[in-house]
């Protein structure tokens, strides 16, 4: 219903549900795998000459349950295709990320930090309200 509703073609939801994702004919997309803290695909668009390699998260809340993303993460960027990641990461990079609730423990983010730099990715930043 949403699909319709949306006006797009094609639409994957990860087993807990937590990942909608929605595409159009235009796009061409073929699933590599669907996790519950991620999606992770391959698409081509016409306009553009080669496909690139999208990974959409939502992960989990607690730092070890996070473990088999970051792992799968790695694999990931030791494919030779152009790769974004985009979603809820659940950790920070900075205290300056974080706003109210339970104080925060930076030692938490030095996995991730690690692995984004394992990876060879580069924080974009964002436009909006800086907290959701």
């Given at each position: 219903?949403?699909?319709i509703q949306?006006?797009?073609?094609?639409?994957?939801?990860?087993?807990?549900?937590k990942?909608?994702?929605?595409?159009?004919t235009?796009?061409?997309?073929h699933i590599?795998?669907n996790h519950?803290q991620h999606?992770?695909?391959?698409?081509k668009?016409?306009?553009l000459?080669?496909?690139?390699?999208i990974?959409?998260?939502?992960?989990?809340?607690k730092d070890?349950m996070?473990?088999p993303?970051w792992d799968?993460?790695?694999?990931y960027?030791?494919i030779d295709v152009p790769w974004?990641t985009?979603?809820?990461?659940?950790?920070v990079?900075s205290?300056?990320?974080?706003?109210?609730?339970?104080?925060?423990?930076?030692?938490?983010s030095?996995?991730?930090?690690?692995v984004?730099e394992a990876?060879g990715?580069?924080?974009?930043?964002?436009?909006?309200?800086?907290?959701?």
């Amino acid at each position: 219903m949403v699909r319709i509703q949306l006006q797009m073609d094609h639409v994957v939801s990860n087993p807990n549900g937590k990942i909608g994702l929605f595409w159009s004919t235009e796009i061409i997309g073929h699933i590599l795998e669907n996790h519950e803290q991620h999606i992770t695909g391959n698409f081509k668009h016409p306009n553009l000459t080669e496909q690139f390699m999208i990974s959409f998260i939502y992960a989990k809340c607690k730092d070890h349950m996070r473990r088999p993303l970051w792992d799968r993460l790695l694999f990931y960027a030791s494919i030779d295709v152009p790769w974004c990641t985009t979603g809820d990461f659940n950790v920070v990079t900075s205290i300056e990320e974080k706003l109210k609730g339970m104080s925060y423990n930076i030692n938490k983010s030095f996995k991730f930090i690690s692995v984004i730099e394992a990876c060879g990715l580069t924080d974009l930043g964002y436009t909006g309200l800086p907290f959701t």
